[in-house]
Nanobody
Framework: QVPLAESGGGSVQSGGSLRLSCAAS????????RAWFRQVPGHEREGIAG???????TYADSVKGRFTMSQNNAENTVYLEMSSLKPEDTAMYYC??????????????????????WGQGTQVTVSS
């Protein structure tokens, strides 16, 4: 298990920006598959961004062009830069990790149940 801790959530107006961080402690998680998910109460958790060990990324259509996922392996941290935020982006945001036995982008797109390590989440609220 790799403890994960998200930060950076908050309340912003529509069109604003936020940067979320997710730090792993006690273990080097740069060789894991890492991803961001979000969830609204009463709805399924939505995968929104994934990153592979080489820094390649993939995004859900709902955030493509507005959100950017990146990594800083020296700090054992991944980020989610969110811009042009919309009220429908309001959700609890979670980072997650999965052991890398194949392409992380493939895992994110097709095997999301492999992401078994989760942070506690950080709330993002976008007002109109």
């Amino acid at each position: 298990q790799v403890p994960l801790a998200e930060s950076g959530g908050g309340s912003v107006q529509s069109g604003g920006s936020l940067r979320l961080s997710c730090a792993a402690s006690g273990y080097d998680w740069s060789q894991y598959c890492r991803a961001w998910f979000r969830q609204v109460p009463g709805h399924e958790r939505e995968g929104i961004a994934g990153i592979d060990v080489d820094g390649s990324t993939t995004y859900a259509d709902s955030v493509k062009g507005r959100f950017t996922m990146s990594q800083n392996n020296a700090e054992n941290t991944v980020y989610l830069e969110m811009s042009s935020l919309k009220p429908e982006d309001t959700a609890m945001y979670y980072c997650a990790a999965a052991p890398r036995y194949t392409s992380c982008l493939h895992l994110f797109r097709n095997r999301r149940k492999e992401f078994t390590t989760w942070g506690q989440g950080t709330q993002v609220t976008v007002s109109s």
